[in-house]
């Protein structure tokens, strides 16, 4: 598994945000739409991240430590 910064990819936009994360250190100018969960600094897995996503990362954590 691989994270990709949206930032890096010639069409970020095709990739909104799902959640907005390390917020506390963001300049004043950024405007976060109220619409996408807004964490201060990191987030818990457990809590954001969708029952199918959580599954595909339990398979995968499953896999590499076999």
């Known amino acids: 598994m691989r ?3 949206v ?3 010639d069409d970020p936009d095709r990739f909104p945000p799902d959640i907005h994360i390390f917020t506390a ?3 004043s100018w ?3 739409s109220a619409e996408v969960p807004v964490m ?3 987030y818990d897995r457990e809590q954001c991240w969708p029952e199918a996503s959580l599954e595909r990362w339990r398979l995968l ?3 590499h430590s076999r």
Request: glycine share 6%; hydrophobic share 45%.
């Open 61 to 63: 954590r499953a896999a």
């Open 7 to 9: 930032g890096t990819l």
């Open 30 to 32: 950024v405007q976060l």
């Open 40 to 42: 201060a600094e990191h």
């Open 3 to 5: 994270f990709v910064r």
């Open 25 to 27: 250190s963001k300049q």
